[in-house]
Structure formats: C-alpha cells, structure tokens
C-alpha cells in the first residue's frame, strides 16, 4: 500500500526503467521529459494561482453564497432541486475550480439536500460528477488548459472536442437522479445499516 505521490513516484521509476531497458533513454530523451514535466508543472502552478486569485474574488463578491440562497429560497420538489443544483454547479464550474466550488457552497448545499431526503453518499458522487465537468468547461476549465498546452491547440478546439464528455456528464447526473441504487448498491454492500 502506498500514497498516491508514492505511486507516482514507482511509476516514474517503473518508465525509466522500460526506457533503459528498451534502449530509448539517453541523456537527450531525459533532459526533454525533465523539460517538458518542469514546464506544464509551471503551468499548473500559475493556473492554480489564477484559480486561486478567481476563488477569493468570487468569494469576496459573495456570488456562489448568494446563487445557493437563491436556490435555497425557491422551496423546490427533490427533482427539482437536483435540476437546480445542476444549473448552478455547472455555471460555477464555468467561473471557479471545483474544490473551490464545493468549498463556498457546502454550507448551504447540505442541508437542503439533507431535508430533500437525498443519501449524503449520493450526492458526494453527484458533487464528484461536477467538479469533473467543471474541469473541462471554459474559460476557468484546468483539463481544458493543459490539453491545450500539449495539444498546441487554440481552447476553442480543446473546448469544442471536450463538449462530447460535458454532455456524457450531464447524462451521468441524470442517470444517478433517476436510479440513485447505482451508486448506493457497493455502499450499501459494505455498511448495511
């Protein structure tokens, strides 16, 4: 059992490996890939700086509080309320990270989920399902940044191929909506009460 940067970390040793063994490492292939990790690593930290800066703002402004209130406000029917919630994650997803989604709106999320009468465990796996879509949705979308920098694509190309997996997102959420037991059969398996 390991961590998952330990994982990693036997990964990158495992490659080296099958490079060296298969006679494509030489101090040319090595000094690119040290090149090519040290670079998109720069990118992510500076997107993650932006994201960060972008989370704070919209934190100060109070806008992901204030469309949760409103949400909150409208005493929906469970259904509705997930179609609600729907909306609102996948236009936060278009502004902010997903953590930083899941951070700002959790307080006021839980307990109208709770009080609709939806298993917690279901909707972590619905939350889940956000963030991943809020990943490859513009212009915030952290997968659509490094896809365009290894693709060397403009982000309306990377957004336009990544639309296909939105779309199977959005089915997902439906399919878990419509038949909760899907994602509550294993957990329900393990801890029977």
Same mark, same amino acid.
Not at 147 to 176: E, H, Y
């Given at each position: 059992?390991?961590?998952?940067?330990?994982? /990693?970390a036997w990964?990158?040793?495992? /490659?080296?490996? @099958?490079?060296?063994?298969?006679?494509?490492?030489?101090?040319?292939?090595?000094?690119?890939?040290?090149?090519?990790?040290?670079?998109?690593?720069?990118?992510i930290m500076?997107?993650? +700086? &932006?994201? /960060?800066?972008?989370? $704070?703002?919209?934190?100060?402004? &109070?806008?992901?509080?204030?469309? $949760?209130?409103?949400?909150?406000?409208?005493?929906?029917?469970?259904?509705?309320?997930? =179609?609600?919630?729907?909306?609102?994650?996948? %236009?936060? &997803?278009?502004?902010? *990270?997903?953590?930083?989604?899941?951070?700002?709106?959790?307080?006021?999320?839980?307990?109208?989920?709770k009080e609709? &009468?939806? *298993?917690?465990?279901?909707?972590?796996?619905?939350?889940? %399902?956000?963030?991943?879509?809020?990943?490859?949705?513009?212009?915030?979308?952290?997968?659509?940044?490094? =896809?365009?920098?290894?693709?060397?694509? *403009?982000?309306?190309?990377? $957004?336009? $191929?990544?639309? #296909?997996?939105?779309?199977? @997102?959005?089915?997902?959420?439906?399919?878990?909506?419509?038949?909760?037991?899907?994602?509550?059969? @294993? #957990?329900?398996? +393990?801890?029977? *009460?």
């Amino acid at each position: 059992f390991a961590t998952a940067t330990e994982c /990693a970390a036997w990964g990158v040793s495992g /490659a080296l490996f @099958l490079a060296w063994w298969s006679g494509t490492l030489t101090w040319k292939t090595l000094y690119e890939s040290i090149m090519s990790a040290t670079r998109l690593t720069c990118m992510i930290m500076l997107i993650l +700086a &932006g994201a /960060a800066f972008c989370t $704070a703002a919209m934190a100060y402004t &109070g806008i992901p509080a204030a469309l $949760a209130e409103w949400v909150k406000g409208q005493a929906l029917s469970p259904h509705m309320l997930v =179609l609600a919630l729907t909306v609102m994650y996948i %236009i936060l &997803g278009c502004l902010i *990270d997903g953590i930083s989604m899941i951070v700002l709106t959790a307080v006021i999320v839980l307990p109208m989920v709770k009080e609709a &009468g939806f *298993d917690l465990v279901w909707f972590g796996v619905y939350l889940i %399902i956000h963030v991943e879509m809020a990943q490859i949705t513009p212009p915030v979308g952290f997968n659509l940044f490094v =896809l365009q920098n290894m693709s060397g694509k *403009d982000t309306w190309t990377v $957004a336009k $191929a990544a639309f #296909p997996f939105f779309i199977l @997102l959005n089915v997902a959420v439906f399919i878990i909506t419509t038949f909760p037991q899907i994602v509550l059969y @294993l #957990p329900k398996l +393990a801890f029977p *009460d």
